[in-house]
């Protein structure tokens, strides 16, 4: 991934934010009038059955099943949710190692950041035409490719962010309905395809480092099944070769579309 560059003026760098305090005050919170709601819902229902032990012994006859039901679904989806949380850990590990490496470099040799401006006045789509104009490219100007298609479709700060210390983002935008899109570009060839490793590090920055309301991976390549399964569980947009050409040529969605 190339060092970072900015495309519409924006400031430059990847904004690695954590969640704020406010966030957390209002997750407790939350927390805590579920508790003392489930405490009262609890006291009630042992009143009412109490008192009328007919129709509470048809409730729980009829409920139970549904109780069961619920306990299965649950044990089932733990290891599938240790799962996704280690990769959170592993994703969030890599990224503070990032950020160290980052602060070294900088300190040795401060990145510039420059507008990207475009050389060849020919149109995009004209260019970028199937999945060897993309790969003809380094992962610099893989990058680019992808930035500047974000802003022909109505983007707004547009930055390219690739590069050391990244945190797996290398185009950053804004929608432009206002939502924030992480990207990260992945210039691989056919034969090649992104692994659930790639989306896992992905996932452990995009939305707690990043603060992402649309996240995507967008390749020249294709995806394995358990990257995709990753992908589709976190809400991470998967956008392959034969997609991004028919975005690059209008013919698709775009990844936040």
């Given at each position: 991934?190339?060092?970072?560059?900015?495309v519409?003026?924006?400031?430059?760098?990847?904004?690695?934010?954590?969640?704020?305090?406010r966030?957390t005050?209002?997750?407790?919170?939350v927390?805590?009038?579920?508790l003392?709601?489930?405490?009262?819902?609890?006291?009630?229902?042992?009143?009412?059955?109490t008192?009328?032990?007919?129709?509470a012994?048809?409730?729980?006859?009829?409920?139970?099943?549904?109780v069961?039901?619920?306990?299965?679904?649950?044990?089932?989806?733990?290891?599938?949710l240790?799962?996704l949380?280690?990769?959170?850990?592993?994703?969030?590990a890599?990224?503070?190692?990032?950020v160290?490496?980052?602060?070294?470099?900088?300190e040795?040799?401060?990145?510039?950041?420059?507008?990207?401006?475009?050389p060849?006045?020919?149109?995009?789509?004209?260019?970028?035409?199937?999945?060897?104009?993309?790969?003809?490219?380094?992962?610099?100007?893989?990058?680019?490719?992808?930035a500047?298609?974000?802003?022909?479709?109505?983007?707004?700060?547009?930055e390219?962010?690739?590069g050391a210390?990244?945190?797996?983002?290398?185009?950053?935008?804004?929608?432009?309905d206002?939502?924030?899109?992480?990207?990260q570009?992945?210039?691989?060839?056919?034969?090649?395809?992104?692994?659930?490793?790639?989306?896992?590090?992905?996932?452990?920055?995009?939305?707690?480092?990043?603060?992402?309301e649309?996240?995507?991976?967008?390749?020249?390549?294709?995806?394995?099944?358990?990257?995709?399964?990753?992908a589709?569980?976190?809400?991470?947009?998967?956008?392959?070769?034969?997609?991004?050409?028919?975005?690059?040529?209008?013919?698709?969605?775009t990844?936040?579309?």
């Amino acid at each position: 991934m190339a060092a970072p560059t900015q495309v519409d003026g924006a400031s430059s760098g990847p904004r690695g934010r954590t969640y704020p305090m406010r966030r957390t005050m209002f997750v407790l919170a939350v927390i805590g009038v579920l508790l003392c709601g489930g405490f009262l819902a609890v006291r009630e229902v042992v009143r009412w059955a109490t008192e009328h032990p007919g129709p509470a012994t048809v409730v729980s006859v009829v409920a139970l099943p549904f109780v069961v039901a619920l306990v299965v679904v649950a044990i089932r989806g733990m290891p599938r949710l240790r799962e996704l949380r280690r990769a959170a850990r592993a994703g969030k590990a890599e990224a503070e190692a990032e950020v160290a490496l980052a602060a070294a470099a900088e300190e040795a040799a401060p990145a510039v950041v420059a507008p990207v401006a475009d050389p060849d006045p020919e149109p995009v789509a004209a260019r970028w035409g199937s999945v060897e104009d993309f790969l003809a490219m380094d992962a610099y100007a893989f990058e680019q490719a992808i930035a500047h298609l974000c802003e022909r479709d109505g983007c707004r700060n547009v930055e390219v962010v690739g590069g050391a210390g990244d945190l797996g983002a290398d185009v950053l935008a804004t929608t432009a309905d206002g939502r924030r899109i992480i990207i990260q570009c992945k210039r691989y060839c056919p034969d090649n395809k992104v692994g659930s490793q790639d989306v896992q590090r992905f996932g452990g920055t995009c939305y707690t480092v990043h603060e992402a309301e649309v996240a995507a991976v967008v390749t020249t390549s294709t995806f394995t099944e358990p990257a995709v399964d990753y992908a589709d569980t976190c809400g991470i947009r998967c956008f392959d070769g034969d997609r991004l050409v028919a975005w690059s040529n209008g013919a698709g969605p775009t990844p936040w579309g």
